[in-house]
């Protein structure tokens, strides 16, 4: 899974100019990336690969040897990305020299770096949606007055029947994206389909947009 919140893993390359010993990789945006519980999978042919004790947040601080010239490659699972999605910001940027003191990393002298890399490097970060309400209906569900005992039952398997949800996302879904429903053993068609936005919900002399009505 690669949605907003969700647990994954960044495989990030880049070419150094100069000799390093550290490497520290920040996301600036979206929000909330969170390398608490991450760790390390060091790619064939790349040196030895450790998380530093500063890592936590949205900071990974990775010490390896650095070569200047040679491209470098790091890819570190167990992240919990960022709220919302939308184009991530990064910063990158190599060290040397850097120490412990008094329980604070000294991170030393910079050797490179690369600020605010955006669209032209990163990545965009899908966002998340979620599902506030759902109900599924066969056919004399739909009209229990037509049919008082038929309704009683469940929707059965082979049997059409219909489904309405409320959805809302964190990204916005623009002309020509695409919606799609999936889900077995359910098989979606197109003989009654409707979406529509939800209403907005007043409270007193304002009105704001509930998502949890969608």
């Known amino acids: ?8 893993g960044i495989d990030i390359s880049f070419l ?13 945006a979206p929000l909330n990336f969170d390398f608490s519980a991450a760790y390390l999978v060091i790619p064939e042919g790349m040196p030895e690969q450790e998380l530093m004790a500063d890592t936590g947040g949205s900071l990974a601080r990775i010490r390896t040897t650095v070569t200047g010239g040679m491209r470098m490659r790091i890819v570190i699972k167990g ?8 184009q991530t ?3 990158i940027t190599s060290w040397t020299g850097g120490m412990l003191q008094n329980g604070v990393w000294n991170p030393g002298t910079k050797k490179d770096e690369r600020l605010d890399c955006g669209s032209m490097c990163s990545f965009m970060l899908p966002g998340s949606l979620d599902i506030s309400y759902d109900k599924l209906q066969n ?3 739909q009209n229990p007055l037509l049919y008082p ?4 039952w469940e929707a059965q398997m ?3 029947a219909q489904i309405e949800f409320r959805f809302s996302l964190t990204q916005p879904a623009r002309i020509g994206n695409e919606l799609w429903i999936y889900g077995l053993p359910y098989q ?4 009654k389909f409707s979406i529509a936005e939800a209403p907005l919900v007043t409270f007193g002399t304002g009105t704001i947009d509930d998502p949890s009505s969608r």
């Open 1 to 8: 899974n690669i949605a907003a919140q969700s647990v994954s």
């Open 139 to 141: 056919q004399y569900q």
């Open 16 to 28: 150094p100019v100069n000799d390093a010993e550290d490497v520290a990789i920040q996301f600036v």
């Open 188 to 191: 979606p068609t197109m003989q």
């Open 149 to 152: 005992v038929q309704s009683r």
């Open 79 to 86: 992240v919990r990305l960022g709220s919302d999605g939308g």
């Open 89 to 91: 910001l990064v910063r």
């Open 158 to 160: 082979g049997r059409p």
